[in-house]
């Protein structure tokens, strides 16, 4: 009698792990067939963005992994630069209190006359998007924000995407990781990532 | 010094123009020969490696496998542990773990055009499939967050059976919530709230450290709590190693019923033997079974609609209609752009119609996919109340195979395992 209802209930669990095992691969399947299956990375759309001041506060890494970026090719190479410059500075000059930068990540460097070379120390730079936004009032926006990938630890979800208001965050194909501005956008295929509009 | 003033004085110019991403200022013709720098695009990890994680983590559940039945080692079933909660946890920083995939799993298989990574499916089905064959030896020495609570674990107390029971229930529910915040497009809530990921990256949100430092402090007395009391996987987990086709046994032979091994498991997952109880009337017996299935649709709406409602209630925080409800506050109170998002709304240019419609099919997908989640939660809610409903004899002291974690904590309290090493070491 004992031995009997063992063995029902040993041939009811296999017949049951079985099942289990049959529909667990299919959905396993089913969710390998309807992605496409590479690896996709963070980014942020620079044309979305507006420069909320949320990449520098709500990534998990600090500083952030999001930095600014710069496309010289866009770039005026002004003197009086909307990104670098307090909004009515007097004096054009690297004087702290003339930055805009809170963190003076931006380095000015003086061409030829009147030109000047803005570039980022990414060390610095904690992505909070003020220069970019004075860049794109008053400049050509070619300073703009990016995830930079030798810092991002790729997060399942990543917090920033959750609390950006533009919803400037999508996934990108991990081949194509940067969504870039100037000649270099345009020579680098843009495809979409992770969700698709 | 003319060309300075142009320069300031396009600038004034432009100023007045609003919109981003115009070229205000031409491109400066060098004539030093200076070069621009492009920009640098420092690459992802490479794919390769993802790869290797999933090599890993095979590997890794396969000799936790074998060590934990074959083996029947506690040392060993440590150090693969420990060489897991450093690979897994330190250095791939906890992500992407198996216990948050479900929720791109369940993303996936939801929404069509959400693109999911191998290596995702990999790791949300490979310790599953273990389960399936030979009970959780995944929890045993591979899942970074069960290693890190199990070697804080100094002085386990028991958790009484009844609230242990009651708290058990806590994962089926948190399991039902993530995946309706995961399909609907909201959040990933277990790794929002994943307390031990902040160690591994060495850093967090302070209330991410402070409820990880909290589980950490309880884990020195109750044995892995967010294993027994919160992780949503282990549901999973529970019930395929329930099934499972193998698992651990806690003594290598037959049980001698000596009671030594009574109080070594310190997640309470050792069964004690059941005696018979006295021949209770069939009669009785089986009216109590027609009970508990005529309950069965009673619970199963109830649930449903209690998940409905609460889900209902939940969609505001899903961002499309917090924006929206904002905006309708706004516009009633005649404000504009009060906060950020309903600021950049009213930037986008989307009509009003075009937004509440969004947020409309946001909270539909919400009712249905909480009404699910609710007959789920009830259903297991239900398959426990059957499960003590018809208790069976049990001679033997045996592992709980839904609840075990496969530690191998529990063997060397068997004489008959002492029996078999000394056996072992005599014989060689
Ligand atoms: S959170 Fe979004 S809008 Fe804000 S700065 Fe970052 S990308 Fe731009
Ligand atoms: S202003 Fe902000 S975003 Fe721009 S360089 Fe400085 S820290 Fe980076
Ligand atoms: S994915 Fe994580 S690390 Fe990368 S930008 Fe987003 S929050 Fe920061
Ligand atoms: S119960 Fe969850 S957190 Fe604990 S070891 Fe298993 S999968 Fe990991």
């Known amino acids: ?197 | 010094m003319i060309r300075r003033a142009a320069a300031i004085l396009a600038f004034l110019v432009a100023t007045a123009i609003p919109s981003a991403a115009v070229e205000r200022f031409p491109k400066p013709e060098f004539e030093t020969g200076y070069t621009m720098p492009g920009t640098l695009t420092p690459p992802p990890r490479a794919d390769i490696l993802e790869n290797l994680d999933v090599a890993v983590l095979a590997g890794a559940i396969a000799l936790a496998s074998w060590i934990v039945l074959k083996r029947r080692s506690r040392r060993e079933t440590f150090w693969l542990m420990l060489f897991c909660l450093l690979y897994f946890g330190f250095w791939r920083k906890g992500c992407v773990c198996p216990v948050g995939s479900v929720q791109n799993v369940s993303l996936a298989l939801a929404d069509r055009s959400y693109v999911i990574p191998y290596a995702v499916v990999a790791s949300f089905f490979l310790p599953l499939l273990a389960a399936l064959f030979f009970g959780r030896t995944f929890c045993a020495a591979v899942c970074p967050l069960g290693a890190i609570q199990d070697i804080v674990l100094l002085r386990p107390l028991k958790v009484p059976s009844g609230i242990a029971c009651i708290l058990g229930m806590i994962p089926v529910v948190y399991l039902a919530a993530s995946v309706v915040m995961a399909v609907t497009g909201s959040r990933f809530i277990i790794c929002r709230y994943d307390p031990f990921v902040g160690f591994f990256r060495l850093g967090g949100p302070a209330y991410m450290m402070a409820a990880g430092a909290l589980l950490l402090l309880l884990g020195t007395v109750i044995g892995r709590p967010y294993c027994r009391f919160i992780c949503p996987y282990s549901v999973l987990l529970g019930w395929a190693s329930k099934i499972a086709r193998r698992h651990v046994t806690i003594t290598p032979d037959e049980c001698v019923q000596c009671r030594l091994c009574e109080e070594s498991c310190p997640f309470g997952a050792i069964l004690m033997p059941l005696p018979k109880k006295a021949p209770e009337p069939r009669v009785s017996g089986r009216r109590r079974l027609v009970l508990l299935f005529a309950l069965l649709p009673v619970v199963a709406a109830a649930s449903g609609w209690i998940g409905a409602r609460v889900s209902a209630a939940w969609s505001r925080s899903h961002a499309t209609v917090a924006t929206a409800e904002a905006v309708l506050l706004e516009d009633r109170a005649g404000l504009e752009g009060v906060t950020i998002e309903t600021e950049t709304y009213r930037k986008s240019g989307l009509t009003r119609a075009a937004l509440m419609q969004a947020a409309d099919l946001v909270r539909d997908r919400y009712v249905v996919w909480g009404a699910l989640a609710g007959v789920f939660v009830g259903l297991a809610f239900w398959a426990r109340l059957y499960e003590f409903s018809v208790r069976r004899r049990r001679d033997d002291y045996v592992p709980d195979r839904e609840t075990c974690v496969s530690c191998a904590r529990c063997f060397e309290y068997c004489p008959k395992e002492r029996q078999k090493d000394t056996g072992a070491e005599a014989g060689s």
């Open chain 1, 1 to 197: 009698m004992m031995s009997r209802e063992v063995d029902r209930r040993q041939f009811l669990r296999t017949g049951l792990n079985s099942a289990a095992a049959i529909a667990l691969g299919g959905a396993a399947g089913a969710a390998a067939v309807r992605g496409s299956g590479g690896d996709t990375v963070w980014q942020l759309d620079p044309e979305k963005c507006v420069q909320c001041g949320r990449c520098a506060t709500e990534c998990v890494l600090k500083p952030s992994a999001v930095k600014c970026v710069h496309a010289h090719d866009v770039c005026g190479y002004c003197e009086l630069c909307g990104g670098y410059h307090q909004p009515y500075v007097k004096e054009l000059n690297t004087a702290a209190e003339n930055q805009l930068c809170p963190v003076a990540a931006i380095k000015r460097t003086w061409v030829e006359d009147p030109y000047y070379e803005y570039t980022i120390d990414e060390d610095l730079c904690i992505g909070c998007g003020v220069c970019v936004k004075g860049c794109g009032s008053f400049g050509n926006g070619s300073l703009y924000l990016q995830v930079r990938h030798d810092r991002c630890v790729n997060c399942n979800e990543c917090a920033i995407a959750k609390a950006c208001p533009a919803d400037a965050f999508k996934r990108v194909p991990a081949k194509h990781p940067y969504i870039l501005k100037g000649e270099q956008g345009r020579t680098q295929p843009i495809e979409e990532g992770g969700e698709k509009a």
